[in-house]
């Protein structure tokens, strides 16, 4: 184990590296494990048990066997564990952030603000755990009556991407565990260790054995396949790329299972003339570097009008350049590393076609020498319409702008994708920024603003970047199923 402090060794020393299965954290049942490494340094943290067909039959026997009797717990008890969950994870805030840190590379002030946002689904959740609402009412013609009621969809597949190791698990499995269902997580083999304590924090704030159960692996398609044939499951919640998703969807056909799909997204950032750019500019730094970039809310794409594109350019490349790349614990860190050399090299290769077309990088534009795999923050101007970073989730952070002259051409450019999962608009004139909503075919837009997550909105895209919501008043629907009871007229004798 190679760390470089003694608050990082204690903590690693705390996480749980076995899966977790019926209540009891477990070696793999072939005896293999997988490093997790820190991608500041490419050194390995943990060494983590590595699930295969056989653990997941084990997690989804135990989560089968768990569903009648957490169905029956009343909602306000659930309630009442998410909100000790809360409590726990916001009390242990800086242990979270700091895992979060080492797994996955964001600087610690950004690892803190997702602890707070994946702790508001826990918060959000343990409220809705009990406003599962049905109906009673009397039918048209009088003769019956109609009950509705909602029911926990059953054992569910949730799993997870390695960008934000909190949130994404929370955003999941606080709404299952305030419908009543139990469920298995499979979180990404990049950074598994944040979800390995967050079930252990679930396992003090009370949740039963079996209820849930976590198998890290790094044979997904082989290890979850079979559950995902299996009758017994009733539903899987993925978030990741849309190519995987596309897989799952396929495979999920098999069995008809419920599905909600939270993939990937091409963000537009539309900036008028009539916008305050200092606004446009702050929102473009956390619309493109949050996360380093490795957001499926990240903007991809920044759209200006052609009156105001070099100001803008400018305001925004004086930015830019002052953002510093270090390891995320480090306390000048601006910008983390990516999550592995693979997506370092993907991007490089974005920027290289790029430019290659004629693009201009006014900022940046080249990998960081160094252990870590760390991106320059970029900024491309001139880009081609048809050049692929336009076209494809860039995922580091690099920022290609181009410009329109009229609002109908921002609209088409900003649909011209298969995505639809956020836009980002700038405009002073409310109208206009409405009437964007109107025409953008996305599942949420930021209105001068360059972020957009919150647990109680529902997050979700259209297109090809999913189906179902996330958080909000929708976030519970996607683990109930409506039951409708047909009742004879009680008067009729
Ligand atoms: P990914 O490669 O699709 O992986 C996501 C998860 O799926 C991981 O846990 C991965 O496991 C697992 N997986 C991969 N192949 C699988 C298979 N055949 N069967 C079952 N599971 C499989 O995506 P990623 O690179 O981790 O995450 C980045 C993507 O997620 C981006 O496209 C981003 O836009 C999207 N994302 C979307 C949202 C949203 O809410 N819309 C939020 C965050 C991220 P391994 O780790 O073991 O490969």
């Not at 135990?62 to 969950?85: F, H, K, M, N, S």
């Not at 569910?156 to 269902?181: D, E, H, S």
């Not at 916008?275 to 473009?284: P, Q, R, Y």
């Not at 980002?424 to 599942?443: A, C, H, I, Q, S």
Request: net charge negative.
């Amino acid at each position: 184990m190679t760390v470089t402090t003694e608050r990082e060794s204690e903590l690693l020393a705390s996480v749980p590296t076995g899966l977790l299965i019926d209540g009891q954290w477990r070696s793999a049942a072939s005896g293999k494990t997988f490093d997790v490494e820190d991608p500041a340094t490419g050194k390995v943290l943990l060494t983590v048990a590595d699930a295969s067909a056989e653990d997941a039959a084990a997690a989804l026997d135990a989560a089968a066997a768990a569903q009648d009797a957490w169905a029956a717990v009343p909602p306000r008890e659930r309630g009442e564990i998410l909100r000790r969950a809360f409590e726990l994870v916001t009390e242990r805030a800086d242990d979270f952030a700091l895992l979060m840190t080492m797994e996955m590379g964001k600087p610690l002030a950004e690892a803190r603000g997702e602890v707070a946002y994946g702790a508001e689904f826990l918060r959000w959740f343990s409220e809705e755990a009990v406003r599962a609402f049905g109906r009673y009412s009397t039918s048209p013609d009088g003769k019956s009556r109609l009950l509705v009621q909602k029911k926990p969809v059953g054992p569910c597949l949730l799993i997870t991407p390695w960008n934000f190791p909190l949130a994404m698990a929370t955003r999941k499995i606080a709404p299952a565990v305030a419908a009543g269902c139990t469920m298995i997580l499979k979180p990404a083999n990049l950074t598994p260790l944040t979800s390995h304590l967050f079930a252990q924090v679930m396992q003090e704030a009370g949740l039963p054995a079996g209820v849930l159960n976590v198998i890290s692996t790094t044979t997904a398609g082989a290890t979850t396949g079979p559950l995902i044939k299996d009758q017994r499951l009733r539903k899987l919640s993925f978030t990741g790329s849309t190519e995987v998703g596309r897989r799952l969807l396929s495979d999920a056909s098999e069995t008809v299972l419920r599905t909600s799909m939270e993939l990937g997204g091409n963000a537009p950032f539309v900036v008028f003339e009539d916008a305050d750019l200092d606004a446009a500019v702050n929102g473009a730094m956390i619309a493109k570097l949050r996360n380093m970039g490795e957001a499926c809310t990240a903007a991809n794409r920044f759209i200006v009008q052609e009156t105001v594109a070099e100001e803008f350019a400018a305001k925004f490349a004086e930015k830019m350049s002052a953002m510093t790349t270090a390891r995320g614990t480090e306390p000048e860190s601006k910008v983390g590393p990516l999550i592995d050399a693979k997506s370092r090299d993907k991007v490089h290769e974005l920027v290289s076609d790029a430019v290659a077309s004629g693009a201009k990088a006014v900022v940046g534009g080249a990998p960081v020498d160094g252990p870590g795999y760390f991106y320059q923050p970029t900024i491309l101007t001139g880009v081609n319409e048809g050049s692929r970073i336009l076209s494809e989730e860039i995922f580091g952070p690099v920022a290609p702008i181009t410009t329109f002259t009229t609002e109908e051409q921002a609209v088409r450019l900003a649909n011209n994708t298969e995505f639809g999962l956020v836009a980002y608009v700038f405009t002073r004139d409310l109208n206009r920024g409405l009437r964007m909503g109107e025409k953008l075919e996305t599942g949420m837009l930021g209105l001068n603003a360059g972020v957009v997550s919150n647990a109680a909105a529902p997050f979700g895209g259209v297109k090809q970047s999913g189906l179902g919501r996330e958080g909000g008043l929708e976030g519970i629907e996607e683990y109930l199923y409506t039951q409708y009871i047909g009742i004879a007229d009680p008067n009729a004798g």
